[in-house]
Nanobody, 125 residues
Framework: QVYLVESGGGLVQAGGSLRLSCAAS????????MGWFRQTPGKEREFVAV????????DYADSVKGRFTISRDNAKNTVYLQMISLKPEDTAVYYC??????????????????WGQGTQVTVSS
């Protein structure tokens, strides 16, 4: 199993930035793909970004491409989501997820089997 804890959420004005962190423990961190998803009331959890186990491959939702950057520091067992130029529509609970069976990237929430508790990001206009 992989255990995940997110942090770094908060309230920010439109155009501002936040950096989310996801600390992982349990299964060997360097061999699992890690993703960020977000969810708002009344909507299904949606894909935001994902990074391969090696960190060499990344993928982003079109809505955040060019504004968000996913990265990982395997020595620290931590994945980051750097968010800049935040928009009110980015407001959501952000969840870190691990794909423990594969290191390959995926956009499907069902491919990820370990999840953090979520951290709230609120962007005011």
């Amino acid at each position: 199993q992989v255990y995940l804890v997110e942090s770094g959420g908060g309230l920010v004005q439109a155009g501002g930035s936040l950096r989310l962190s996801c600390a992982a423990s349990g299964r060997t961190f360097s061999v699992v793909a890690m993703g960020w998803f977000r969810q708002t009331p009344g909507k299904e959890r949606e894909f935001v970004a994902v990074i391969s186990g090696s960190g060499r491959i990344t993928d982003y939702a079109d809505s955040v491409k060019g504004r968000f950057t996913i990265s990982r520091d395997n020595a620290k067992n931590t994945v980051y989501l750097q968010m800049i130029s935040l928009k009110p529509e980015d407001t959501a609970v952000y969840y870190c997820a691990a794909r423990t069976s594969y290191s390959a990237v995926s956009r499907r929430s069902g491919d990820f089997d370990s999840w953090g508790q979520g951290t709230q990001v609120t962007v005011s206009s």
